[in-house]
């Protein structure tokens, strides 16, 4: 039910965009997440926004990433400028049923996820 793509190989300083899509029901009560996780790491979290159009972001991506949302596609968006080496990682976009003005940042809240896209950063 969901689905990540626009993941790929890009050298440091550049950008991408992921996309995801949701099937099965309206995405407008929903919040949606990006998470990452890193060879040998645990999986962290990226960003989120709310049903009420809130954004969330980890410190470590704040000011390089801009997380967005559109429902009339039921689909959501993960732009990543300045890319550094440190984002090398599989990304996952999930989805909870969660009508909150603020989105959770805790992997654990959410119910349906993604395969993943690989993002690699790399000279």
């Known amino acids: 039910q969901v689905a990540e793509s626009g993941g790929g190989l890009v050298q440091p300083g550049g950008s991408l965009k992921l996309s995801c899509g949701f099937s099965g029901a309206p995405l407008n009560f929903h919040a949606i997440g990006w998470f990452r996780q890193a060879p040998g790491k645990e999986r962290e979290f990226v960003s989120c926004?709310?049903?009420?159009?809130?954004?969330s972001y980890s410190d470590s991506v704040k000011g390089r990433f801009e997380i967005s949302r559109d429902n009339t596609k039921n689909a959501a968006f993960l732009q990543m400028n300045m890319l550094k080496i440190d984002d090398t990682a599989v990304y996952f976009c999930t989805v909870e049923p969660w009508d909150g003005y603020s989105c959770h940042t805790e992997d654990d809240d959410y119910d349906y996820w993604g395969q993943g896209t690989q993002v690699t950063v790399s000279s």
């Open positions: 926004i709310s049903s009420h159009d809130m954004p």
